[in-house]
């Protein structure tokens, strides 16, 4: 049973570029959720996507947006790196938009330079 | 607004010991869980314990209990008997009961090294 999967590992990028994330939910979760995690910090939490919307965020800019496909896998995007966007960003998955059990993949290091 | 508090920023334990971190949180709410996640230099996060905060009685999984006192917003990680693979970032994170959304709250963290 595949767990939740993230690509790619690392990147690097250019300010001012754009970057897309990606997730693969565990097998039977049709929720998705992203979180990005700073240097020393705790995950945060951007956004949920269910049924292909999104369902709830968190306090990020438009900059950030996303994607959920049919086959419930996601993208997450960024517009407009800014140095401060360097972080580890983390996809979890759930059963459903209120489960409690929530599954996280390893996540995708960005860093803007 | 909800705020995660972990004041233990680094801890460490003999191997075979127990060790108990600390967490607290503010929230006006009246129904919610509380998770302690573990995040190892792999990075994926793992559930570690949960707690229902309309049960009384603490969570426990094998070495993993838990201490919550609601009254107070604390929660505490006992991992007894330790162990080598137990070194890992422990975060303590908060969720709302609420229909439709699932979206944690995280603490700073603990960083725990359990020497040998």
């Known amino acids: 049973d595949a767990g939740v999967t993230q690509s790619p590992t690392h990147l690097i990028k250019t300010r001012g570029q754009q970057v897309t994330l990606r997730c693969s939910p565990k097998s039977g979760h049709d929720t998705v959720s992203w979180y990005q995690q700073a240097l020393g910090q705790g995950p945060q939490f951007i956004f949920q996507?269910?049924?292909?919307?999104?369902?709830q965020r968190g306090n990020f800019p438009d900059r950030f947006s996303g994607h959920q496909f049919p086959n419930y896998s996601s993208e997450l995007n960024v517009n407009a790196l800014l140095l401060g966007d360097s972080a580890l960003y983390l996809c979890?998955?759930?059963?459903?938009?209120?489960?409690?059990?929530?599954?996280f993949g390893e996540g995708s290091w960005l860093t803007v330079v | 607004a909800q705020t995660v508090t972990q004041s233990q920023p680094e801890m460490s334990v003999q191997e075979a010991e127990t060790v108990t971190l600390s967490c607290t949180y503010d929230?006006?709410?009246?129904?919610?869980?509380l998770f302690w996640y573990k995040q190892p230099p792999s990075r994926q996060m793992i559930l570690v314990i949960r707690q229902e905060a309309y049960k009384q009685q603490n969570a426990t999984e094998n070495r993993f209990s838990v201490n919550f006192q609601k009254a107070a917003k604390s929660f505490s990680l006992k991992i007894s008997d330790s162990q080598l693979g137990d070194t890992a970032m422990y975060f303590c994170?908060?969720?709302?009961?609420?229909?439709?959304?699932?979206?944690?709250?995280f603490g700073t963290g603990t960083r725990l090294t359990v020497i040998p």
């Open positions: 994170a908060f969720m709302k009961l609420l229909a439709g959304a699932n979206n944690l709250f």
């Open positions: 929230t006006s709410e009246n129904n919610y869980y």
């Open positions: 996507y269910y049924e292909e919307e999104e369902r």
């Open positions: 979890a998955s759930s059963l459903t938009p209120s489960g409690n059990t929530i599954y």
